[in-house]
């Protein structure tokens, strides 16, 4: 059977549903392994928006000790 010929016995088209069911059995789990690795992402993304903040914070913090802003960090 070439790919342009259309099955015509039970058996080829067993055959081209088992295909099409593997196929979309791997797309399946290729999207659950996508959004793990999304999720792991914004996870990652979270922590160092969080570590970003405190940097921040201890940044304002030390200008304020000094007594004057940091000319190279604009607000």
Do not use: F, H
């Not at 392994?33 to 970003?52: A, G, T």
């Amino acid at each position: 059977m070439t790919k342009s010929a259309k099955p015509k016995t039970i058996k080829e088209w067993e055959k081209v549903c088992k295909n099409l069911n593997n196929a979309l059995e791997s797309s399946i789990e290729a999207e659950k392994e996508l959004n793990d690795d999304i999720d792991n992402l914004l996870e990652q993304i979270e922590k160092l928006e969080e570590q970003l903040t405190m940097s921040v914070g201890v940044i304002k913090y030390l200008e304020l000790k000094i007594g004057r802003p940091n000319p190279v960090r604009s607000n």
